[in-house]
């Protein structure tokens, strides 16, 4: 069974930035059946996101992706396919 793993984001990144790619991970619709609790979880912090931000959370997330490291921004949300974000 395909699955989020952790060591994807660990090998060069720091610990921290690895464990939260991991959690956001488990929101990929790719991995929808992996373990329903982490997706929750995952879910609440990408909503938190949205909050801060003061923006609507997508009632779906159809795909996304992570990016680590780029431009010397550690982490950067790109392609939230939903009702809003894209």
Sequence with gaps: M???NIFKYATKEL??????????????????????????????LISKFFELENK???????????????QNIDMNRTGFVGDQLS
């Design 2 to 4: 395909d699955k989020p």
């Design 56 to 70: 609507e959370m997508p009632k779906k997330i159809e795909k996304f992706t992570l990016h680590k490291q780029y």
């Design 15 to 44: 610990s921290q930035d690895a464990f939260i790619f991991w959690l956001l991970d488990h929101a990929n619709p790719k991995y929808e059946n992996v373990d329903p609790v982490l997706k929750d979880c995952a879910i609440t």
